[in-house]
Structures are given as structure tokens and as C-alpha cells.
């Protein structure tokens, strides 16, 4: 826009009459004369100056009105729209991820019986049990398997007085919860995997997505549902920090391919999904990295590779045990030791206080 012209350059150049000797008695022609060459065209020049601008107001305000806006006003307001945008994305996935997988997620908790006259009663079962851990599972099939840490179930696979029972609950898909009993189908310590089978109408179950893990990624996003601290259907987010560690497994042989993630793993958490972007099972939330002496997770996690599960579980199914358990029975009957490898030199590997 240029600048606004000066007052003065709008006048044109005004010219006195010459000075002459004023008469005693004025001509009237001359005085005509002066009015005719000076007075009028003076108001005309006033007539004119407010006229044109007039004229250069109002131009001006029509052009200032189809000027585009200021350009770094207007990027910096569509790059903050475009980040809101962005991040209610985010959310809304996030939201989604949740909702579709939560119902495949069961709570597990482990109980003793207490001695009891009546023992035949489930009810008196029920009143006169104590929680002695909390643990997380999903759901592998339509059939009621499920699938969970050997360690959540552990008392209920060494039991021998019958004392123990596993309570598993659910959620149908309308996202009613339920509770049922859980039989031990199969488990294996080397692996830290077990399968638990509830009788339930198959049409009430959503089994979990199941996805791959060999193709993972660091960096990739992920999601860890479960049970911690029994606060249930619990969400926390991360990333894949690390592919191809190795943790100790209950029975002290190493499971490799474990991922690493900073998704929070806590008391509870043990036996539930880690899940990708896409809503798929890609591992089984097995432990923690904790610091000496405090029990406090370092937010260094670890999960069984689904890839590992899907070659374990059918085995567990049906057979009640694994080929790499059988195959370790033989070598351990013939003599043949399989030592162990891998240590960590910080902190203490636990399984989850509770599980």
C-alpha cells in the first residue's frame, strides 16, 4: 500500500494578481476582474481537495478489504489447527485400540481355600477363600482358553492338597463382567506360558487379535492391558524399546526374542496383551526390571514374543505340556545339561511382586 500523499502536493500552485496602486475609488470592473481570477477559483480548489479525498478513503478501504490476510498470522494459525487435529487422532485411536481389545482382557486371581466343614459348598468355597495374587490373561479362542504366565498360576500347577482354586474374570461382549472358574489346561515353566479354560457360552467370548512379532520395529508404538494392582482393564502406553533380550524364565532357562518396552508393567500386569497400533496380540507381559532393594520398576519391561506363544499354546492345549518341556524331560533323563546363559549385572529381574 503506497503512503498517503501530502495535503500540500493536492493543491494546485495558487497566483496572486500582480500588486497595483489602490485608487482612491475602486473600479467595480477590476474588482469583478480580482473576485473572477483568485476567489472563485479558490473554491473550487477546496471543493476539489475534499473530493478527492473523498475518493482515496474509500478506495483504500475497498482494497485493504480484499487484501489476504497476513500470511505468517495465517500458517501459524493452520499449523496449530492442523497439530489439534493431529493429536485428537491420536486420542480417538487410542480410544478405539482400547475399547475393542479391553474385552478380550481377564482378571485372574489366585486363591486358597481355607480349611472348611463345609468345603463342598462353592458359596462357603467363595466366602472362606484368600487372594493370594492377582494376575492378568486373554482370551485365545471361542472355546474359553486362556492364555497367562506359568507364574500367575503356579500355586495352582504345584498344588497338592487341593487347596487352590484360580477365579477367572470376564467381560461378555456386551461389556458385562462375570466371573468363572479356571481349570489349568497346560503350562510351561521354560517358556513362563499356561492356558486356563473356562466353561462359557462361546457366543458371550471376543478373543484377542492375535498379530506377529518378528516383523516389529523400535520406535513402534504399543499398548499394555491388564490388572495391576487389581485395579482392572487398566491402559498404559509405550513404544518396542528393544527386540531380542533375554529374561530368565521361572525355571531359570532363558526365553529369547523377548521385547523390551517402556509401556508400564506392574504387579497384576503379568499374563496380559501387549498390543500394536492395530489393535494385535504381539506379546505376553511377563516382567519387570527392578532396582535393588526397592521393588520399584525402572520402566525397563519385558514380553514373551507372540511368535513364541503361537508355536507354544496349541501344544499346551492339547497335550498339556510343550515340545521344548517334553524335549527338556529327555535330555534331563539322558544326562544332557543345557546351560545357562545371559545375566544382568544391574538391578534384580523379578517376576511382578504379586505375579
Known sequence: MGSIPCLSSLLPTLHSPKFQPRDSKPDPSAAAAASSSYLLPNKIVVATITRRQSLFVASSLLAAAFLPPNPIYNTSFQIARAEGDESQQDEERIVHIFQEASPSVVSIKDLEILANPKKGNASNEDENAR??????????????????????????????????????????????????????IGFDPAYDLAVLKVNVNRNKLKPALIGTSHDLRVGQSCFAIGNPYGYEHTLTTGVVSGLGREIPSPNGRPIRGAIQTDASINAGNSGGPLIDSHGHVIGVNTATFTRKGTGISSGVNFAIPIDTVVKTIPYLIVYGTSVSNRMGKITENYGICGGKSGSMTQGKMEENDEF
Do not use: P
Not at 492377582?134 to 474359553?144: A, Q, R
Not at 498360576?153 to 472358574?181: H, P, W, Y
Open 131 to 184: 487372594v493370594e495374587g492377582t494376575g492378568s490373561g486373554f482370551l485365545w479362542d471361542n472355546d474359553g482358553h486362556i492364555v497367562t504366565n506359568y507364574h500367575v498360576i503356579a500355586k495352582l500347577a504345584t498344588d497338592t492338597t487341593g487347596s487352590q482354586r484360580c477365579k477367572v474374570f470376564l467381560m461378555d461382549i456386551d461389556g458385562n463382567t462375570f466371573s468363572e472358574e479356571g481349570n489349568l
